[in-house]
């Protein structure tokens, strides 16, 4: 089971790039900052942002790239 903080993200990316996608970044950008999505802390939000925005940049422009990271870099003030 994803943590909450992991299930957060995916929904934000879902709106993005949808549910079977979402879930995959978020794994996949978890192994790269060195967690799983069970283990995602607040702490890792700032650095799996960054690598979300490249890959939502990628699959769905640089706009939508940008405004879900910033979503990810405020679920924690």
Known sequence: MDSPLAQQVE?????????FIAKAT??????????TPDSL???QLQEL???????????SGKEAGTE??????????
């Open 41 to 43: 802390s607040a702490g």
């Open 49 to 59: 942002a960054a690598y979300v925005e490249k890959s939502v940049s990628f699959f």
């Open 26 to 35: 978020v794994k996949k950008n978890c192994e790269i900052i060195g967690c």
């Open 68 to 77: 879900v990271a910033d979503k990810i870099r405020n679920l924690v003030g």
């Open 11 to 19: 929904k934000i990316l879902a709106s993005a790039v949808g549910g």
